[in-house]
């Protein structure tokens, strides 16, 4: 995915005071787009996400490896996660401060913000370059998640984006898989051919 293909394709504007009006033409990716509103998830006492009501784009046919664009209000992500400790205020904040200084990619130190809320570290972010789209700005880069230490494989990889709009009332997450075939398929295969 270009650095300036997320630009073209999204398109926030207010609709409501609680969601924007979200238009995603994916017709540059060559899959198909569906934008639905997604209900308030009610939250439980575990660790999964349970999300606000809010926008997702879902990009090419359902089930396959997630690609989806999720538009947060931050109000009600705050509202349903409003600790510290639940990890989403501390992502929407790491986010602002980023986008606020905007340091080189090369001076970034730890793990870059993303929502849903990994519960694993992320042991890559890479190809980091801070993006603009009509409505606001943010940050994009190839990112890899994992709970031990075996190998980075390409089913750990994926291409994302997270920013804010301008008023800073919803937050924009886009996981998108990328398939590297330098990688091996999963931890479990060798290297690969060359």
């Given at each position: 995915m270009n650095t300036t293909l997320l630009s073209a394709l999204l398109l926030l504007s207010a609709s409501t005071p609680a969601l924007p009006r979200v238009s995603f033409d994916a017709r540059l990716l060559g899959v198909i787009a569906t934008v639905r509103t997604v209900e308030t998830q009610k939250r439980l006492d575990t660790p999964d996400f349970f999300p606000p009501r809010h926008v997702q784009v879902v990009l090419g046919p359902q089930g396959d490896a997630v690609r989806e664009l999720n538009v947060y209000p931050v109000a009600g992500l705050i509202a349903q996660y409003p600790g510290k400790r639940d990890g989403v205020r501390t992502e929407i904040d790491s986010l602002r401060a980023l986008l606020k200084e905007r340091p080189a990619p090369a001076q970034l130190r730890g793990e870059l913000p993303f929502l849903p809320p990994p519960f694993s570290g992320q042991v890559l972010n890479a190809a980091v370059k801070y993006l603009d789209f009509p409505g606001g700005r943010g940050v994009r880069a190839l990112v890899a998640y994992s709970l031990d230490v075996s190998p980075l494989s390409r089913e750990q990889v994926f291409y994302?984006?997270?920013?804010?709009?301008?008023?800073?009332?919803?937050?924009?997450?886009?996981?998108?898989?990328?398939?590297?075939?330098?990688?091996?398929?999963?931890a479990f295969s060798g290297p690969t051919a060359r």
């Open positions: 994302t984006f997270q920013g804010l709009t301008q008023d800073g009332k919803s937050y924009v997450s886009l996981r998108y898989p990328v398939l590297l075939k330098e990688l091996p398929a999963d």
